[in-house]
T-cell receptor, first 113, second 114 residues
């Protein structure tokens, strides 16, 4: 158990809908990262927050947004969903500013029908 | 553009033998490398890392080798155990610390036969 929690575990929704994925980092970790893993793809970095501030952006679509709250939990919002958004979404956290190793949650499997 | 490549999608080895998982990268600015292991229905788990100032890092049965001139790294597992059967991801970053973004390969599925 990495200490990173993600809810829900599974989500099935229709095209055009909007969903919110939630992540709680390890206790004390200030950085939260979001990744997308599609079929036959590696983990694609989406976005990073550090202590409530956006720090880095990767291949995140404009239809997607995220935020990190004062209690350090984070939410990833996906809107106008398309079939191609079906994927595993992972959240990871890291501890200190000098830490490169990231610790991953179990993921949320999103299925868009 | 795949900056981190794991060209072999799968590997099968006998229990007790050595498993060698390979990874190549194209971005010469990468200077920190990590391996993650992933079981089904779980998130990736950090395994071992290496800085570009080293060419080898060992942790128990796991050793990572880095060949900077070839832009190649490998993970050796000796001896391999059935519980090592998982997907292994190679990742690379520019710099270290919380501001460094990890770039992952597509993963290699390792099967260790009893």
């Amino acid at each position: 158990d990495s200490g990173v929690t993600q809810t829900p575990k599974h989500l099935i929704t229709a095209t055009g809908q909007r969903v919110t994925l939630r992540c709680s980092p390890r206790s004390g970790d200030l950085s939260v990262y979001w990744y997308q893993q599609s079929l036959d793809q590696g983990l694609q970095f989406l976005i990073q927050y550090y202590n409530g501030e956006e720090r880095a952006k990767g291949n995140i679509l404009e239809r997607f947004s995220a935020q990190q709250f004062p209690d350090l939990h984070s939410e990833l919002n996906l809107s106008s969903l398309e079939l191609g958004d079906s994927a595993l979404y992972f959240c990871a956290s890291s501890g200190t500013w000098t830490s490169t190793e990231q610790y991953f949650g179990p993921g949320t499997r999103l299925t868009v029908t | 553009d795949q900056q981190v490549k794991q060209n072999s999608p799968s590997l099968s080895v006998q229990e007790g033998r050595i498993s060698i998982l390979n990874c190549d990268y194209t971005n010469s600015m990468f200077d920190y490398f990590l391996w993650y292991k992933k079981y089904p229905a779980e998130g990736p788990t950090f395994l071992i890392s290496i800085s570009s100032i080293k060419d080898k890092n060992e942790d128990g049965r796991f050793t990572v080798f880095l060949n900077k001139s070839a832009k190649h790294l490998s993970l050796h597992i000796v001896p391999s155990q059935p519980g090592d059967s998982a997907v292994y991801f190679c990742a690379a970053s520019r710099g270290t610390g919380a501001n460094s973004k990890l770039t992952f390969g597509k993963g290699i599925t390792l099967s260790v036969r009893p």
